[in-house]
């Protein structure tokens, strides 16, 4: 166990380079367009003020007499259309390429980092208390136990506010960034059951929107109250997952959800007319806790307003 603590983090730190190394070439990428479209905008205003210069027959003031004006103005104008050129739609896929190219390149270390990201020791993900651990058996030449250290690194543990509000923080930006999620249930013989479905947030953080056709046979699993889900994938590879989901049916009705849908997932209403949209069943799916994971990081997030509250001892006894 002790040497598998050991290849995690000598795997997560080869991630953290290969990363750092995917982070500074992509910037060097970026910034050598930048130069080229802004030296290459800049010679061309440069070359044709020349041009305009010797076959206008009216005096120019002194400053306008020169070249390098020209050359600065024009180095601007440059600076800015490759500005907005990487924000178009061929920029972005001129940037797409580089970045699958960099995970081409960098894959070995990134997929061997993302097994070790998770670390389970007799049933609890203790990922986050490995280094201390390890460091732990290394200052103690005669540990009483591995559940001794790990208990005692568990208690002392110091969890920074800051790192929570970073997870919360990245699930907000991925939830922004897609509205699909792939929802999984079971069905009445206990095999597992997945589909693709369309989701929206509410003003409640990790309480979410889904909705489906009351004769559909997922009606009956949802109706189990229990799910996990798998958001899509976003261009770098971050997901969101959890397999402590709750679902109930909500006590609104589509039309009260509507305006959600159509701000969060236009055109989904296109294709329902009034009566489907009154017939439709919405659900309310409450996450627990979720992962937010990448090539880059992978936080866990808690909802403690959504916790089920525990049952008092004598009831559970009861």
């Given at each position: 166990?002790?040497?598998?603590?050991?290849?995690?983090?000598?795997?997560?730190?080869?991630?953290?380079?290969?990363?750092?190394?995917?982070?500074?070439?992509?910037?060097?990428?970026?910034?050598?367009?930048?130069?080229?479209?802004?030296?290459?905008?800049?010679?061309?205003?440069?070359?044709?003020?020349?041009?305009?210069?010797?076959?206008?027959?009216?005096?120019?003031?002194?400053?306008?007499?020169?070249?390098?004006?020209?050359?600065?103005?024009?180095?601007?104008?440059?600076?800015?259309?490759?500005?907005?050129?990487?924000?178009?739609?061929?920029?972005?896929?001129?940037?797409a390429r580089k970045d699958a190219r960099l995970n081409q390149k960098y894959s070995g270390d990134l997929h061997a980092g993302r097994r070790w990201q998770q670390f389970f020791y007799k049933g609890e993900e203790i990922s986050a208390l490995i280094p201390r651990v390890l460091y732990t058996l290394?200052?103690?030449?005669?540990?009483?136990?591995?559940?001794?250290?790990?208990?005692?690194?568990?208690?002392?543990?110091?969890?920074?506010?800051?790192?929570?509000?970073?997870?919360?923080?990245?699930?907000?930006?991925?939830?922004?960034?897609?509205?699909?999620?792939?929802?999984?249930?079971?069905?009445?013989?206990?095999?597992?059951?997945?589909?693709?479905?369309?989701?929206?947030?509410?003003?409640?953080?990790?309480?979410?929107?889904?909705?489906?056709?009351?004769?559909?046979?997922?009606?009956?699993?949802?109706?189990?109250?229990?799910?996990?889900?798998?958001?899509?994938?976003?261009?770098?590879?971050?997901?969101?997952?959890?397999?402590?989901?709750?679902?109930?049916?909500?006590?609104?009705?589509?039309?009260?959800?509507?305006?959600?849908?159509?701000?969060?997932?236009?055109?989904?209403?296109?294709?329902?007319?009034?009566?489907?949209?009154?017939?439709?069943?919405?659900?309310?799916?409450?996450?627990?806790?979720?992962?937010?994971?990448?090539?880059e990081y992978n936080e866990v997030v808690l909802f403690e307003s959504n916790q089920v509250p525990a049952e008092p001892e004598s009831r559970a006894l009861a």
């Open positions: 166990m002790i040497d598998d603590m050991k290849q995690r983090e000598f795997t997560q730190k080869k991630r953290r380079r290969a990363v750092s190394a995917m982070h500074h070439e992509r910037t060097r990428y970026r910034a050598t367009l930048t130069t080229v479209i802004t030296v290459v905008i800049a010679l061309i205003v440069g070359i044709a003020y020349t041009a305009f210069r010797r076959f206008l027959t009216a005096p120019l003031p002194e400053l306008w007499q020169r070249d390098w004006p020209a050359l600065l103005i024009g180095a601007v104008i440059g600076w800015l259309l490759a500005e907005l050129w990487l924000r178009s739609w061929a920029g972005r896929r001129v940037l290394e200052s103690q030449p005669d540990p009483e136990s591995l559940d001794a250290v790990i208990d005692s690194v568990r208690t002392t543990r110091y969890e920074n506010p800051r790192f929570r509000a970073r997870g919360l923080e990245i699930f907000n930006s991925l939830v922004d960034a897609t509205d699909l999620v792939l929802l999984s249930t079971c069905d009445d013989a206990g095999r597992p059951s997945s589909r693709f479905m369309r989701f929206v947030t509410t003003s409640r953080p990790g309480v979410w929107y889904v909705t489906s056709a009351p004769e559909a046979p997922k009606i009956r699993e949802f109706d189990r109250g229990v799910a996990a889900l798998i958001t899509v994938p976003t261009e770098s590879g971050a997901t969101i997952s959890s397999n402590r989901v709750r679902l109930r049916r909500a006590d609104k009705g589509f039309p009260e959800v509507a305006e959600l849908y159509r701000a969060q997932v236009p055109r989904y209403l296109d294709g329902m007319t009034p009566e489907d949209q009154s017939r439709e069943v919405v659900y309310e799916l409450t996450i627990e806790s979720a992962r937010v994971s990448s090539w």
